[in-house]
């Protein structure tokens, strides 16, 4: 099919050649058996019975209505990329004019959250490939990493995450992924270092041979 005057992967190729990523979120075998409305009235229940548990009044107009936003937020929002079936949509598109040179995506924001403590990890990912027989959307590219960070996470696993999932739908293993996050585990409970961020990376064949692209890459304050 063509959209806006390029070919397009349709959906049906899409699902034949795109898998799930290997790297995989501790879930249950039944985790989407209740629908969402049903856990969010669940969550809110279990939510009052941590705010009587702190001691705060939940007669009181401010707090009152916070176990059932605490819970749409939940479900709805911030762990969202749990259930696959708010998976973006990707489009690919044939490399019809061979463009066979790095193409990089870089300052994409992103907000995760510590599956330790519950907490943000907050960051920006910067990625690039090489195009073969195909190239994504850029909006694309922030969608998937949106999608895998909105879910309680662990930087390592996300960026593999991100990673896997760019290598199978670009059918390409010269994809690279750096992560740089903040994470509120650290800021705001035990060594309460504010000043600390963490890198990671996943960097496939040819790109990890360019020192020039690698610079940038990792340097977050050039992007």
Do not use: W
Not at 213 to 222: G, Q, V
């Amino acid at each position: 099919m063509k959209q806006n005057g390029n070919s397009v992967l349709t959906d049906e190729r899409l699902n034949n050649c795109i898998q799930s990523a290997v790297a995989k979120n501790p879930l249950r075998d039944d985790a989407f058996d209740v629908v969402d409305s049903a856990k969010i009235e669940m969550i809110s229940e279990k939510f009052k019975d941590i705010i009587e548990i702190l001691g705060l009044d939940l007669l009181d107009d401010s707090i009152k209505d916070t176990p059932s936003r605490v819970a749409k937020m939940y479900v709805e929002e911030i762990f969202s990329g749990i259930n696959p079936k708010n998976k973006p949509r990707i489009a690919l598109f044939k490399n019809t004019y061979q463009y066979h040179t790095p193409l990089m995506e870089l300052n994409i924001p992103f907000t995760s959250y510590c599956e330790h403590h519950f907490v943000p990890i907050q960051g920006k990912a910067n990625i690039a490939y090489i195009p073969k027989n195909y190239v994504i959307g850029l909006s694309k590219i922030h969608r998937l990493v949106d999608y895998y960070a909105r879910r309680p996470q662990v930087q390592e696993r996300l960026t593999q995450q991100v990673f896997q999932e760019l290598v199978t739908i670009l059918q390409t293993n010269d994809v690279g992924v750096v992560l740089k996050a903040s994470h509120s585990c650290i800021s705001c409970r035990g060594v309460q270092d504010v000043d600390s961020s963490t890198i990671t990376s996943a960097v496939g064949d040819k790109l990890r041979e360019d020192a020039y692209l690698i610079s940038i890459l990792f340097d977050f304050n050039k992007a």
